[in-house]
């Protein structure tokens, strides 16, 4: 590693006085951080070409001052306990740093964007968060198989660029799996590789949204698209949603340049969008020229019948643009997902991802490819859709026996569902709270990672619960904890996510 030291051979300073002056700076500053190796007094004499003795003059001070610490036969690191007079020096040069100054005069930064919801992991005895899932299920012994195998393999491509795109193998496969399982019918090259939805999301606002560019949305959406539109300059419009999805009469006839759209499982409130609409919603995205974002987050996860045909697979004028991701089926760590593009966005889509990131990682697309090729990923997604389904079905029945007759939405496919609260019930916000205090984590609209535009019937009376991350005792032990607490009965604390025994 080469060290930022910069020599001014005309200075009237010695060469010495100035490399002690600048490595001090690199300390104080933070940016050679305590227990950071420096270079060997060679190395640096070479990078400087200046004599070695010069360095060892230095390095000897700055140890002798307490910067530097050295250990034999290790070599020379940064102490690990700088000295308190060092330390009242760092905070001299922090408070009369330029930077202060500069930031004044600096332009505003155009960016706009807020920040989504926090999705880390609450410490709750029971929480029924809908993004997350079971750690345990991580297919890892397997996936750490196919990392190995396509690292030693002999075609290997961590010394080059790939296609922005993705590897041609994995969008192969993944054009392939939505000809079967969405009805989609696409080449490979419409196919792109993204980190997550988010960045399929930020791809096709690059290509579209600019602004005060009008894009619909459900009412309530997916926070993650809502605010990422809002911070192009978007105008949002909010189309309210209904037992049979968004409600495309709703819609105005003129102005909309994209929508967002749930078909599969509305999110949050999971209603399909029935296929009268899909067509209706399609025949207006001809007459309007807008184009559709069709995001398909949880379709892998169908517990009866077949699902719909997605709306790219209905779609025959070019208008949707195919949302897909791994993070429900494998897990959100992983980033990756994909953005499919009708055939007139290839090469503008192609363009803006290469100057975003110039690609996705190959590991992750290698070791993703090998592990659908193999049939390793139809197996994990077998198991778990069995798994959900018996989660699924214990959630709404434990549901049923502690409040009676229940109105839920959003149970035929995904991971989570929509609790209707009845009238003589507190409202969302009122019961998310109680529940907190007893240790159980269930979601209002606005509380999840749904944007809720205000305005709509769902806002004070609908609960979200996801089922993904809880197993089934987890998901009994802490309905009963909701139906005691409002029951006003003293809660059994007994029954803690520490007392767990399987799934
Ligand atoms: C509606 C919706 N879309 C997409 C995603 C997935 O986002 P990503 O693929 O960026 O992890 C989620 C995650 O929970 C979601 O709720």
Redesign the pocket.
């Known amino acids: 590693m080469a060290i930022p030291i910069v020599l001014d051979q005309s200075s009237r300073q010695s060469l010495q006085s100035q490399i002690f002056d600048q490595l001090r700076q690199l300390i104080l500053g933070g940016k050679l951080k305590p227990g950071a190796p420096i270079p060997a007094s060679r190395v640096l004499a070479d990078q400087l070409s200046i004599s070695r003795n010069t360095v060892l003059l230095v390095y000897d001070r700055l140890i002798a001052e307490g910067y530097l610490q050295s250990r034999r036969a290790i070599g020379t690191y940064v102490n690990l306990e700088l000295p308190e007079t060092s330390l009242a020096a760092a905070r001299r040069i922090a408070t009369s740093s330029p930077v202060t100054t500069e930031m004044v005069n600096r332009p505003l930064i155009p960016f706009i964007g807020q920040t989504p919801s926090e999705r880390k992991i609450r410490h709750l005895d029971f929480d029924f968060f809908?993004?997350r899932l079971d750690p345990d299920l991580f297919p890892h012994k397997i996936w750490l198989r196919y990392i190995n195998k396509v690292s030693t393999a002999t075609n290997t491509q961590f010394s080059e660029y790939c296609d922005p795109c993705g590897l041609l193998n994995l969008r192969e496969m993944i054009a392939d799996h939505l000809g079967m399982a969405r009805g989609i019918s696409v080449s490979s090259d419409q196919v792109i590789i993204t980190?997550?939805?988010?960045?399929?999301?930020n791809l096709a606002a690059r290509l579209l949204v600019k602004d005060g560019t009008l894009v619909a949305t459900e009412n309530p959406c997916?926070q993650?698209?809502a605010l990422l539109f809002e911070s192009y300059y978007a105008k949002l419009v909010p189309v309210p949603v209904d037992e049979a999805g968004l409600d495309v009469e709703k819609l105005p006839e003129s102005g909309i340049t994209l929508l967002y759209v749930?078909p599969s499982h509305q999110?949050?409130l999971g209603f399909t969008l029935s296929i009268e609409r899909r067509m209706k919603l399609l025949e207006w995205a001809r007459r309007c020229g807008a184009y559709i974002i069709e995001?398909d987050?949880?379709s892998d996860f169908q517990y009866h019948g077949s699902p719909l045909t997605a709306l790219m697979g209905l779609d025959d004028y070019g208008s949707v643009m195919y949302?897909g991701?791994?993070?429900?089926s494998m897990g959100?760590g992983l980033?990756i997902?994909y953005l499919v593009v009708p055939r007139v966005l290839i090469h503008a889509a192609r363009s803006a991802k290469a100057l975003l990131n110039s690609g996705h990682a190959w590991l992750d697309q290698a070791a993703m490819a090998e592990f659908i090729r193999s049939g390793a990923y139809g197996n994990h997604l077998r198991r778990m859709r069995h798994l959900y389904s018996k989660r699924r079905d214990c959630l709404i029945e434990a549901l049923h026996h502690h409040f009676g007759s229940v109105r839920l939405s959003g149970l035929e496919s995904g991971l989570h569902l929509a609790w209707h609260l009845p009238d003589d019930f507190p409202d969302a916000h009122r019961l998310q709270e109680l529940a907190l205090q007893h240790g159980v984590g269930i979601y209002s609209i606005d509380s999840s990672?749904a944007y809720d535009y205000g305005r709509s019937s769902y806002s004070e009376r609908t609960l979200i619960l996801g089922f993904s991350s809880v197993n089934e005792y987890q998901i009994r032990a802490g309905i009963q904890r909701i139906a005691d607490a409002l029951a006003g009965q003293p809660v059994d604390s007994s029954l803690s996510s520490k007392t767990v025994m399987g799934s």
């Open positions: 809908p993004d980190a997550g939805s988010q960045e399929g999301l997916y993650g698209a749930t999110y949050p995001d987050y949880d949302l991701t791994f993070s429900k959100a980033r997902g990672t």
